[in-house]
């Protein structure tokens, strides 16, 4: 193992520190079965721009006891520097992508939820899942154009499958917006003279 060499890893470390990537990664080859190593090698990978294939090696290495809070780290530096959306879609898929959003949404951070929503339904709108959230976004939006716009994508949504957070989406809707409001007033008024 690398442990042996006394000059492979401070080579290394001062590869990375001047930017020498291409030749890291070439004497990292040298030990391709230390963790430690790999972890070195991905990183190059991520700083030669290949985000996509360093996300996918990082998770592996979270699960190794020396590399697996470097590999942790790395990944936030991911997300933060790069299109957090984008490696989602790219390493994980649509499912990830709906619960990123859901998780987002929740957490009130709008414009990366709608960013998911967005990039999960860009294809064909044909989520039910996606067309729900996109409706609880809109219903929840701090913009009151946007909240009559809400029912159409909770209607979308609900048609096939029946979900239970669309239909609660489209209850809130009925219960908040302005014209159903202002019909109910009418009526128990009517009623109570």
């Not at 004497?27 to 991520?46: C, G, I």
Request: proline content about 4%; glycine content about 4%; overall charge negative.
């Amino acid at each position: 193992m690398s442990q042996n060499d006394k000059t492979c890893l401070p080579l290394i470390i001062y590869y990375m520190r001047e930017k020498y990537y291409t030749h890291a990664e070439e004497n990292l080859k040298l030990y391709n079965n230390d963790p430690v190593l790999r972890f070195f090698k991905t990183f190059a990978t991520l700083m030669e721009g290949n985000t996509q294939e360093a996300s996918r090696e990082l998770l592996q290495l979270r699960d190794h006891p020396h590399p697996s809070l470097c590999s942790t780290v790395a990944l936030i530096h991911i997300q933060q520097t790069s299109e957090t959306i984008d490696l989602v879609e790219a390493v994980y898929g649509d499912r990830a992508l709906y619960y990123t959003a859901l998780l987002f949404w929740i957490l009130e951070l709008d414009l990366r939820a709608r960013t998911c929503v967005e990039k999960m339904l860009k294809p064909s709108e044909s989520s039910p899942e996606g067309l729900i959230l996109k409706g609880w976004m809109m219903l929840t939006s701090d913009t009151e154009e946007d909240r009559p716009q809400a029912i159409r994508y909770f209607d979308s949504g609900v048609q096939d499958t029946g979900s239970v957070l669309g239909l609660m989406g489209k209850m809130e809707h009925d219960e908040t917006s302005p014209i159903r409001s202002s019909s109910l007033i009418q009526t128990s008024s009517r009623r109570s003279s």
